[in-house]
């Protein structure tokens, strides 16, 4: 079964750009989250999708928004970037039945670098 | 809402020497709890999880940890170090938000080091 397909693995925009991220979940998986990983502020949950439709979202600005598509496919977006918004992007993928041990399978993450 | 506390944001243990990596957590209520380990250039990779029954939990490479309710901790250990080993551990609690919605709370990673 393949993982969590994360891209593109590495960006480089200029500040006011705006950029869009893009999740395949595993097979089956209906929820998606999604976290920004930075060294100082480490792994920060910033929304999380499942059926299409929002259930949790951390916090982030407005300019941090996400979509879910009917195959399960994610998409994050990050409007007028600013240089703190550098980051490793991580999608993380779970069958989302509402269990709580149910675990986050993880992609390989999109370096954003905001010049 | 729950938080995770590792103590340690860098331990440095030596080939063959038990490594132990500490998770304390903040919960009013029985939590889920998880370790997950990631290499460089990569995303997190769930190493176990404690959900209920037994309290010692083994994981993949080796690895284990063990709830103590009353020291409310879930610490990773592996009595043995392999250069593998090296990565970023982090400890995670499942949080309720809401009805049957959960989401991960992290704690900010411990860098192992493994020297020769």
């Known amino acids: 079964k393949a993982g969590v397909t994360q891209t593109p693995r590495y960006l480089i925009k200029t500040r006011g750009q705006q950029v869009t991220l893009s999740c395949s979940p595993i097979?089956?998986?209906?929820?998606v989250s999604w976290y920004q990983q930075t060294p100082g502020q480490g792994l920060q949950f910033l929304f999380e999708?499942?059926?299409?439709?929002?259930?949790n979202k951390g916090n982030f600005p407005g300019r941090f928004s996400g979509r879910q598509f009917s195959n399960s496919r994610s998409e994050m977006n990050v409007s007028t970037l600013e240089l703190g918004d550098s980051a490793l992007y991580l999608c993380?993928?779970?069958?989302?039945?509402?269990?709580?041990?149910?675990?986050?399978?993880f992609g390989n993450g999109t370096r954003l670098t905001v010049t | 809402a729950q938080s995770v506390t590792q103590l340690g944001s860098h331990v440095s243990v030596s080939e063959g020497a038990l490594v132990l990596l500490r998770c304390n957590y903040s919960?009013?209520?029985?939590?889920?709890l998880f370790w997950y380990v990631q290499y460089p250039n990569q995303g997190l990779q769930l190493l176990l999880k404690?959900?209920?029954?037994?309290?010692l939990v083994k994981g993949i490479n080796g690895f284990e940890a063990e709830f103590k309710k009353s020291e409310t901790s879930f610490h990773l250990t592996k009595p043995s170090a392999h250069m593998s080993d090296a990565a970023e551990y982090f400890c995670?609690?499942?949080?309720?938000?809401?009805?049957?919605?959960?989401?991960?709370?992290f704690g900010k990673g411990t860098l192992l080091t493994v020297n020769p």
């Open positions: 993380a993928s779970s069958l989302g039945t509402g269990n709580s041990n149910s675990p986050l399978h």
């Open positions: 097979s089956g998986h209906r929820s």
């Open positions: 999708y499942f059926s299409e439709t929002q259930r």
């Open positions: 919960s009013s209520v029985p939590p889920y």
């Open positions: 404690y959900t209920t029954g037994a309290t």
């Open positions: 995670a609690v499942s949080e309720n938000s809401g009805g049957s919605n959960y989401k991960l709370t």
